[in-house]
């Protein structure tokens, strides 16, 4: 894709999550239908509903690419591009009522040699969060914006200084790596923040809000978007893939304190 048609990506992305964000804020304080519960996450109706109406606007203006979403699939998965969407990050929240929850949308291109995960990197990225009424978006190789306005990650290098986010996923793989890292954080870090939402924990990496978030056991629909925007935001976005589909363990930085995260998941 050319400038052009990355702005246009970009444009169609933010009006795609403009119109989920507007179904969840109505539907906050209204009594939820559950697909799936289980004991760590829940699969909500409205999950589904939120990912055909981002579908519907991707695709008019899309329809060459394919869409990978937390709520299934669509298009040619030999596509040169695809749409990662997470219609709501932070279901959980989501449905106990927490106004903490938020929609990702990425465009990724196919980079090759296959077509495993490592073959596509995200161009152009959109989070947002409709009950705050931010909106973080970012093209790969520009700045990155919330609301219109240029961010940048915070310039701390001290940990004690820090305020770090975990993440804890619905697997046990993941809960138990991040639990010894809570305690071990605990004791060296400013604060730590637990708010499950991945894709905002992200930008507010990107924002300077906190200064690194780890989690292990995310799926890609998590980060796709968020870990552009804070890349484009001058942060470090490292991933590894795990086993499983669409699985990862990651750490976001400001740049400046990585190697005092070093190994953290291992």
Request: with cysteine.
């Amino acid at each position: 894709m050319n400038r052009r048609d990355l702005a246009k990506a970009l444009k169609v992305a933010v009006e795609a999550a403009h119109g989920a964000g507007a179904l969840m804020r109505k539907n906050l304080r209204a009594v939820k239908k559950a697909n799936l519960v289980v004991q760590h996450d829940i699969k909500l109706e409205l999950d589904v509903r939120c990912q055909k109406l981002i579908e519907k606007v991707l695709l008019k203006s899309f329809p060459e690419a394919s869409v990978l979403g937390e709520e299934g699939v669509a298009g040619d998965p030999s596509s040169q591009y695809r749409w990662v969407i997470d219609p709501i990050d932070g279901t959980v929240n989501f449905a106990y009522g927490i106004p903490h929850a938020c929609v990702s949308i990425a465009l990724q291109e196919f980079k090759g040699p296959s077509r495993l995960d490592a073959g596509y990197q995200s161009v152009v990225g959109v989070v947002y969060d409709p009950f705050c009424d931010e909106l973080w978006s970012a093209i790969r190789g520009k700045a990155a914006y919330l609301n219109d306005k240029v961010i940048h990650v915070s310039r701390r290098t001290k940990l004690g200084e820090a305020v770090i986010s975990l993440g804890f996923s619905k697997y046990d793989a993941g809960l138990n790596k991040m639990l010894p890292k809570l305690q071990d954080l605990a004791h060296r870090v400013r604060k730590i923040r637990i708010m499950g939402a991945a894709a905002l924990d992200l930008v507010y990496v990107a924002s300077g809000r906190y200064d690194g978030f780890l989690e292990s056991g995310l799926r890609l629909w998590d980060i796709a978007a968020g870990g552009l925007i804070l890349e484009c935001a001058g942060g470090e976005f490292w991933n590894e893939p795990l086993p499983g589909d669409h699985c990862f363990q990651i750490v976001a930085t400001n740049g400046l304190l990585r190697k005092k995260l070093t190994g953290p998941l291992r």
